[in-house]
Every structure is written in C-alpha cells, then in structure tokens.
C-alpha cells in the first residue's frame, strides 16, 4: 500500500487548509487512517484517526473543534481539514494506516505500518 499526502501550504493564522491522503489500493474494513505531525525538532505527535469501515474519529486534544478528518470510500482517499491554523500547527504532516488497531492504540504511531511521505504546513503569526 502507497500513501500519497497532498494539500500543504504557508498560509496565516486563522486561515485554513485541507489535506487529501490517496491510498493505492482500497484500505482493508479494518484499517484506520491517520494523521501525524512533526515540528522541527519535535517528536512526531498524534493528530487525528478514522476508522476506514464505520468512520468513527479521534483526535488530539490541540487540534478539537478545529480539525476535522473524513474519508471518501470511493476515492481511497482520507481528508483532514484544517481550520483557524495557529503558528504551533506548522508541521510535516504524515498519513499512515494501520490494521485491527485497538481505540487504545489508535495514537500510536508505532501501531501504524504504512505512512505517506508528509507534506508541509506552516502557519504565520
């Protein structure tokens, strides 16, 4: 399975963007799309996960109420919108997908086997 991430950018604070994550085949009924990010010279840290089959979603406490991850089945694609970004979301942004992860498990990046190749966001004061 390839991840292909897309949809980075510089924009302002408060403006937005949207992610679009393609996997090269269509994701298992029991695999799970996720986002990560990693700020220079930072830990790569959770930020959101979908459950491919169901769509159930979990996300980081720093990025609730203004992220939003969906999927589309169709287009084996998964989107993270972006909304009112702060200067601390700039990152590299990774998608990954793991399979039969447990709700426990789903911030784990460790958990996750296939990852796209990240794209850059970065958010200015």
């Known amino acids: 399975v390839q991840l292909q991430a897309s949809g980075g950018g510089s924009v302002e604070a408060g403006d937005s963007l949207s992610l679009s994550c393609v996997a090269s085949?269509?994701?298992?009924?029991?695999?799970?799309m996720g986002w990560f990010r990693q700020a220079p010279g930072k830990e790569r840290e959770f930020v959101a996960a979908i459950k491919w089959s169901g769509g159930s979603s979990t996300y980081d406490d720093s990025v609730k109420g203004r992220f939003a991850i969906s999927k589309d089945t169709y287009k084996n694609t998964v989107y993270l919108q972006m909304n009112n970004l702060e200067p601390k979301d700039t990152a590299v942004y990774y998608c990954?997908?793991?399979?039969?992860?447990?709700?426990?498990?789903?911030?784990?990046?460790?958990?996750?086997?296939?990852w796209g190749q990240g794209t850059l966001v970065t958010v200015s004061s």
């Open positions: 085949g269509r994701p298992a009924v029991n695999a799970v």
């Open positions: 990954a997908m793991g399979l039969g992860l447990i709700t426990s498990s789903l911030r784990s990046d460790s958990r996750y086997s296939y």
